[in-house]
């Protein structure tokens, strides 16, 4: 793998906590400027540790880890301010004001005194959060929590961010928001690591995807490569169809055969839908064997 000119590169990443097997085990990745690599697997699979060894927080066994050039471990200040992380768990100060949260953090990330107003007003528009200014993190709700990690992140114009389940436990309308934010920094060419159980969001960010289980990696690619996986492309679902009164699924190759099996069927509550990353993860997470609708 050619880890040239990429922002983040790992290589035979390894790393195990004492007396227990590798939670990182051999992983090689890469993320590009102006992509979104979206990291799926099951919980305990790897991704926060992995990415612990991106942020410099956790040194690899073995392996390298590169990020803007650098190795994160070695120079963990240098690189810190660099990145911009949305950690899994809000870690605001309750009785911090969001604006001296802002003002904090820019110090933090070594922001010049005179450029600082300007940096916090440009993220403040960018995230629509002037109305919290004055608010302690206490009064926030989660999702106006999850929108000052966001503004957090983004302050001092990062060239990488790392974003762990961001939107967990948010309203569809505050995780919509997010997800425009990072996708405006994908299209100012930042390199974006995030994870996520949402696979509607990874279907709507990722523009590659790496499954992870047991600390491997065990496929990467694009959300193309990742579907033909399948073999199926379209789902037929009769709903109320079961001798036990629940839906039945007919999984098929194209459209056509599902209105052709549905008209066959006479098929009356029915809905027929696309193959999906959900039904990749099943498969790859080893769900249920998904046996394909003979015509």
Known sequence: MSTAGHPVSCVGLQFAYRGRPPVTNGVSLTIGRGEIFCLLGPNGAGKTTLIRQITGDLRPASGTVEVLGVDPA????????????????????????????LECFAAIKGIASAARAGAIAEVVAACAIDPLLDRPARALSGGQQRSVLVALALLGDPDVLILDEPTVGLDPLARRDIWRAVEAQRRRGKAILLTTHHLEEAERLATRLAFIDKGTITHQGTQAEFLAMLDFRVKLTERGAADDGGDVVHLLGSLDEARTLAATRGAGDFSISAANLEDVYVHLAGGAAMAVTPL
């Open 74 to 101: 070695k120079n963990p200040s240098r690189i810190k301010r660099r990145l911009g992380i949305i950690p899994q768990t809000v870690s605001l100060f309750e009785n911090l004001s969001v604006r001296g949260h």
